[in-house]
C-alpha cells in the first residue's frame, strides 16, 4: 500500500510540473496587450509602438487588443480574468487613479503592479480654428453666461480631462457641461464635425489638425510653456491655477512572479535607451517618467487619494 501511494504521489507531482508554467523560459508564448482606449487614440500609439519594440527585446510576438470602456474598467475586468503569469500585460494611465478613486469600483491599486510609467503630457483646452473664442478668457465668459448652451468634452467621464476641466471651473467660478468620448481622438472628431464647442485633450490626440491649424489651443495645464507648444499660454498665466499631466504606462495582475516583472521592466529599460524610441516620443510630443515599480505603484496610489474629493464633489462617488 505504501509503495502504491508513493507511486502515485510521484505520478501527481510529475504532472504538476509539466503542466506548470515555465517562468524560467519566460515568455516562451506570445504575450497579449490589452489597450483600455479605442484604436488610433494616444494610448493606443504608445502600447502599438511599445509591443513592436519589447516585442523585439523579448523575441516574442505581442499582440495588442483594444478593449475600451468604462475609463478602463472593461480591460481591467478582461486582464483580472486572466492568470497573473506576465502575458496579460494591460494598459494604465493618470485616468486609472480615477476609477480606482471611484468607491463604487471593482479595483484598487492593490488588484495591479504598475510596472512602469512611459509617457506624460498635458491637457489643453482645443476650438476649431473658425471657433469665435480666440482666447481662454473669451470661452471662459460663454461658458459663465451660458454654460448650457456650451458643450465641452473628452476623454472619458470622471477622468483626467474632466478633471482639468473640473479645475478650470472651480479657478472661473462656473458650471458647465462635459461630453464623455471612449478615446481622445473620438473628441477631436467630434469637435471637428461641430458637435462640442470646445474639447479637453491631450494635444498628441490632434497632432495632424494641430500641425495643419485646423484646431487650435487656448491653454495647456503645464507649470511653464511646454517646450512643444511654445507658443500656447498656460492655463496658470491666463490667471486659473490648473496645473496637471497625465502618464501612460503598463500593468500586471497582482501575483504576477517578481521573474516575470524583472523580464518586462528590463525589455523596457532597453526600448526607452533605444534612440529609434526617443525619436517616437519627440514626434508625439512625449515626455518621459522616469519611476521604478515601487515608485509607480506609490505615484498611482496617492493619485488615488487625491482624486477622491473631485468624485465626491461631481456626485460621482
Known amino acids: 500500500m505504501k509503495t502504491m501511494i508513493v507511486r502515485l504521489l510521484f505520478i501527481f507531482v510529475g504532472i504538476f510540473v509539466l503542466n506548470a508554467p515555465s517562468m524560467a523560459n519566460y515568455p516562451d508564448k506570445p504575450i497579449r496587450f490589452i489597450c483600455t482606449s479605442a ?6 500609439l504608445m502600447m502599438r509602438t511599445l509591443a513592436q519594440f519589447l516585442g523585439k527585446e523579448l523575441k516574442q510576438t505581442i499582440v495588442v487588443e483594444n478593449r475600451p470602456g468604462g475609463t478602463g ?5 478582461n486582464a483580472m480574468n486572466s492568470p497573473a503569469d506576465g502575458y496579460t500585460v ?5 485616468s486609472t487613479s480615477f476609477l480606482m478613486a471611484d468607491g463604487k469600483s471593482a479595483y484598487t491599486a492593490d488588484d495591479f503592479i504598475f510596472i512602469r510609467g512611459l509617457q506624460t503630457e498635458p491637457s489643453a483646452m482645443a476650438v476649431r480654428k473658425d471657433s469665435q473664442f480666440q482666447s481662454l478668457s473669451q470661452l471662459v465668459a460663454a461658458l459663465k453666461k451660458n454654460p448650457d448652451q456650451i458643450s465641452v468634452g473628452g476623454y472619458a467621464t470622471a477622468g483626467f480631462h474632466q478633471y482639468s476641466y473640473y479645475r478650470l471651473q472651480q479657478a472661473a467660478g462656473f458650471k ?15 469637435l471637428m464635425g461641430n458637435h462640442i464647442q470646445a474639447a479637453a ?3 498628441s490626440s490632434a497632432l495632424p489638425q494641430l500641425r495643419s491649424g485646423e484646431i487650435r489651443l487656448l491653454a495647456i495645464s503645464t507649470a511653464k510653456r511646454d517646450a512643444f507648444f ?10 486659473y491655477d490648473v496645473v496637471e499631466t497625465l502618464w501612460r504606462g503598463v500593468m500586471v495582475k497582482k501575483g504576477t512572479p517578481a521573474a516575470v516583472i524583472k523580464v518586462l521592466t528590463d525589455g523596457m529599460d532597453k526600448v526607452e535607451a533605444d ?4 525619436k517616437f516620443m519627440t514626434e508625439n510630443v512625449q515626455s518621459s517618467l522616469d519611476m521604478s515599480v515601487a515608485q509607480m505603484q506609490k505615484h498611482v496610489e496617492d493619485e488615488v487619494t487625491s482624486r477622491r474629493k ?6 460621482a462617488k
Not at 484604436?39 to 493606443?44: F, H, K, R, V, Y
Not at 511654445?230 to 490667471?239: H, I, L, M, R
Open 73 to 77: 474598467a472593461v480591460g481591467m475586468a
Open 176 to 190: 458647465g457641461v462635459w461630453v464623455p468620448f471612449q478615446g481622445g481622438n473620438q473628441a477631436v472628431l467630434a
Open 275 to 278: 534612440p529609434e524610441w526617443k
Open 90 to 94: 494591460i494598459s494604465a494611465t493618470g
Open 201 to 203: 485633450i491631450t494635444p
Open 39 to 44: 484604436a488610433g487614440s494616444p494610448l493606443d
Open 230 to 239: 511654445p507658443d500656447v499660454p498656460t492655463f496658470k498665466e491666463q490667471g
Open 310 to 315: 473631485f468624485l465626491q464633489d461631481i456626485g
